[in-house]
């Protein structure tokens, strides 16, 4: 049964044991085209960047989510692990390095995300534009963005609109109470207008959202969340365990099992959300293009 939580969990400082749920195989030869094919082409991966659980699976299939704009990001968010600090220059080609390798991975969905560059004037929304047009010239593939909120700069968002992307995806990550812990500089308001932007000036453009799980956050407040998401038009829905990267990064306050997982995912479906992934692995980029329909 779907657990309750009615009191506010207080931070634990060691590192918890993983649950036997949580156990991923060790990383197969299979991975070796996609790791190479990512060396040749010197791109990142939000897959190696934000040590995904899933990678060993994924690059077994040949499919690895891009991340541009740099290795470096201008936000000290307490979950992830890309890298912050001195950002680096864009670099021109990477839209055509990107696009080349997606279609000799022979993808058919591909999901474009990025670091937060608070230091570009844009955010980097031209780059996504850049991206988006020569994946699809180049592989006519289904292109997903992942994106950061630029600031809530209306403009920028919307020069990623207008690349027409397959899925416009935002992630809220955790509930509002936590925004200062988890996602910092970050407004969780922000986050809810992004994503009713999207769905004002490009009505029929599928829109998705992601939260981590296991951070502190109570049932009730998790559920207002989605009727919040739900209220500004928001389509589709991933629901993930939260996996402390480094014993830097935040603690895992708590682990969801499976079943938890698949009755919030139900509720999610009750609320209205077309499409929900749910379960401890998901992650915002887990199966997109199933989730999304284009495979």
Not at 124 to 146: I, K, M, N, P, W
Request: aromatic share 6%.
């Amino acid at each position: 049964m779907l657990e309750i939580l009615t009191d506010v969990p207080q931070p634990s400082s060691p590192r918890r044991r993983l649950p036997r749920w949580l156990k991923r195989p060790l990383p197969q030869p299979e991975m070796q085209f996609t790791a190479n094919l990512i060396e040749e082409f010197q791109l990142e991966t939000v897959c190696e960047s934000a040590k995904c659980p899933n990678r060993t699976e994924c690059w077994a299939q040949q499919t690895a989510t891009f991340m541009i704009l740099g290795n470096v990001c201008t936000r000290p968010c307490g979950f992830c692990s890309v890298p912050k600090g001195k950002t680096e220059e864009l670099q021109a080609d990477e839209p055509q390095r990107v696009a080349e390798a997606a279609a000799r991975l022979g993808l058919k969905h591909v999901v474009i995300t990025s670091v937060t560059r608070d230091d570009l004037p844009d955010g980097g929304a031209e780059h996504f534009y850049q991206c988006v047009h020569a994946v699809r010239d180049r592989t006519g593939a289904a292109v997903e963005v992942l994106t950061p909120d630029f600031r809530g700069n209306r403009a920028a968002i919307s020069r990623v609109i207008a690349a027409q992307p397959d899925v416009f995806n935002h992630n809220t990550e955790t509930v509002p109470r936590l925004y200062e812990r988890v996602r910092r500089n970050a407004v969780y308001r922000g986050t809810l207008d992004l994503l009713k932007q999207v769905k004002d000036e490009a009505p029929h453009m599928p829109t998705k959202s992601g939260l981590m799980l296991g951070l502190g956050e109570t049932t009730q407040e998790l559920l207002d969340v989605l009727a919040d998401l739900r209220d500004v038009g928001c389509d589709m829905l991933t629901l993930g365990q939260y996996l402390q990267p480094t014993p830097q990064h935040l603690p895992v306050e708590r682990y969801v099992p499976p079943e938890e997982f698949d009755e919030l995912g139900n509720l999610a479906r009750s609320l209205g959300f077309a499409m929900v992934a749910s379960g401890p692995f998901v992650r915002s980029s887990y199966h997109a293009g199933e989730m999304a329909g284009t495979l």
